[in-house]
């Protein structure tokens, strides 16, 4: 069921483009060493900041690095850490929401506040905090990262139990004896989790540009492994005479966020769930 | 006959969140309520929406906490019993709910429904296929149903899976909620024989919550008349006429089909009190027409008038 819906997605002009495109990234990611030509750190000092020609279709970095196998290579860190991290904020979010959703009290006053807190500061000053006190590195991004979407998938799922709760199938359920945990598990969160799962998805695209923002500062992953933000940070040196350097980088996150946006879109309407993703 | 189900001075207050600058208002949705549900019987609830009636149906089940009074079945105190103790005991007692469109979740199917019962109180079943087949059966639901969802199915054949849910774990006492106020009229016969084969068959007992009258007189045992949360009147045979003016009002209200037999209906005057500030006297008083300014000063008691009839009225009528 499942499959033919996803099927029915993919054959918009919108959902079949944009799953186009996010098949290919995910691909690069999965078999970059297959795929890129040269290595991600194979340098070539005499062949610098030249321009793109058959031999490197994108052209190359200040070092003589190949810029396709590095975007290719970099697919492979923005999509690890935008995915880990996204996935930890929705499963951490999911547990925090249900519990205050379905028992409120003390619980929830606490974590509506703190959740509320969070949401009035952006993403990035959240992340860059939190980078602050645990130092740089790919895990304390994909840490960082997770801990500033938090908020939105607790926010979302609380929403969703608080709602849900008072359907007459969860009385009915209490009424043959369940538990809270059955309650919570068996029917709670299954009728709550697609919009969440959605927002998750759109919250994907979200991650890359945050990941990539905290690498072109220097703080995601340390050089020689190469992150798309990173590649744009040292491109800017050379902007008047290797613009490509900056420009392919660039590129390829906005081509990866517009298809995950547009994906998220299309499974929006296909689901028809707008109305209850409005509160993010 | 030995009562099942013994109501002691139940009642359950609702209050409104305090806020800033807003004061804590109190509801008494359930007022002292005191009623004995006599083993394989029918006992109706009647009342206006908004009486108390569907709360008085959780009550009884412990789906809400009584603020005060307690609820015995079969001589066990409901109120004395573990989480896990009322957990087990749910088995014994059941409920079919008003909204067969919100009583079964969207995502399970309907074998999936029926069977969810056993899964929750842990009891294994040897046959589980042969189980739901006899459930829905015994409910008049065609067998090849069990593998679709519940929107796939009509209002009435939602109901049927709601009462087969309930009956899955052989329950002697089942609290029905308006089961047939969400469905077509048509559908509503066939709901209420169904019911009605069932408690004759399992010698079941039931609470019947409707508002109703021609529905409660045919179906119905004992029946009880409920005004702003209080019981007003009970009477032991449904066709008994009522002496309490609320009670015949409702009677009256009821709409015949036969034109010829068609009267002038009477329709009350005045204003329903408002739950959170009611009136220290009758509840009924500022819409009675036989008020005199004892109802409107002293609270009438319900105290039994003959065998089994109760009232709670300082001048009852006819």
């Not at chain 1, 890359?208 to 992150?227: H, K, N, R, V, Y």
């Amino acid at each position: 069921m499942a499959l033919r819906f996803l099927w029915g997605v993919v054959h918009t002009p919108r959902g079949g483009a944009s799953a186009f495109v996010l098949m290919l990234v995910i691909a690069c990611a999965l078999f970059a060493p297959l795929i890129a030509p040269y290595g991600y750190a194979l340098q070539n000092l005499p062949g610098s900041n030249t321009s793109p020609n058959a031999l490197h279709w994108l052209g190359t970095d200040e070092f003589g690095r190949d810029l396709l196998s590095r975007i290719i290579h970099g697919a492979r860190t923005s999509l690890t850490v935008a995915v880990t991290a996204i996935s930890i904020s929705v499963v951490v979010g999911m547990t925090f929401g249900a519990i205050a959703g379905y028992f409120g009290g003390m619980f929830d006053r606490v974590v509506t506040a703190v959740v509320d807190l969070t949401w009035s500061f952006p993403e990035i000053l959240i992340a860059l905090i939190l980078i602050a006190i645990i130092g740089t590195g790919t895990e304390s991004i994909i840490i960082a990262i997770s801990i500033a979407y938090l908020a939105q998938f607790t926010r979302l799922t609380r929403a969703q139990v608080m709602a849900l709760r008072q359907e007459t199938y969860i009385e009915a359920t209490v009424n043959l004896g369940a538990g809270h945990f059955h309650v919570i598990f068996r029917h709670l969160l299954p009728n709550a989790i697609t919009p969440v799962i959605v927002a998750g998805m759109l919250a994907i695209g979200d991650a890359i540009i945050l990941e990539a923002t905290l690498g072109f500062f220097g703080l995601g992953a340390q050089p020689p492994i190469p992150s798309w933000g990173a590649m744009m940070s040292s491109g800017t040196a050379q902007i008047f005479i290797a613009p490509w350097i900056i420009l392919f980088p660039g590129a390829a996150i906005a081509l990866t966020v517009i298809s995950i946006n547009l994906f998220g879109d299309a499974l929006i309407d296909a689901l028809n769930i707008r109305s209850r993703l409005r509160d993010v | 006959m030995s009562a099942l189900v013994s109501l002691l001075g139940l009642t359950r207050d609702f209050s409104t969140g305090s806020g800033f600058l807003k004061a804590r208002r109190v509801m008494r949705a359930v007022d002292d309520v005191t009623l004995d549900i006599p083993r394989g019987s029918v006992t109706g609830v009647v009342g206006e929406s908004g009486c108390g009636k569907s709360t008085l149906g959780r009550l009884v089940l412990r789906l809400i906490s009584a603020s005060s009074g307690s609820v015995t079945y079969d001589d066990t105190d409901l109120g004395t019993l573990s989480p896990g103790a009322m957990r087990k005991m749910r088995r014994n007692m059941q409920m079919v709910f008003q909204d067969p469109y919100s009583a079964i979740d969207p995502r399970y199917t309907i074998r999936r429904t029926l069977l969810e019962p056993y899964q929750v109180q842990r009891t294994p079943l040897p046959d589980a296929e042969a189980r739901l087949q006899e459930l829905m059966s015994m409910v008049g639901l065609n067998p090849d149903l069990a593998a679709s969802y519940p929107h796939q199915l009509s209002g009435g054949q939602k109901q049927r899976v709601g009462i087969a849910r309930a009956l899955a774990l052989n329950p002697s006492f089942l609290v029905l909620d308006e089961p047939t106020a969400s469905l077509d009229v048509s559908i509503q016969a066939q709901i209420i024989a169904l019911l009605e084969g069932l408690q004759r068959d399992l010698g079941l007992t039931y609470l019947f919550i409707s508002h109703d009258l021609s529905l409660v007189r045919y179906f119905c045992d004992q029946v009880v008349v409920m005004y702003m949360g209080r019981v007003v009147e009970v009477l032991p045979k449904a066709r008994d006429t009522p002496h309490h003016p609320y009670a015949q009002a409702l009677t009256n209200s009821h709409f015949e089909p036969d034109p010829t037999r068609r009267k002038q209906v009477q329709i009350l005057k005045g204003e329903i009190p408002s739950p959170f500030n009611l009136p220290p006297g009758c509840a009924f008083a500022a819409r009675c027409p036989a008020a005199t300014p004892l109802c409107h000063s002293d609270r009438p008691a319900l105290e039994s008038a003959s065998s089994g009839h109760q009232i709670a009225c300082h001048h009852p009528q006819g």
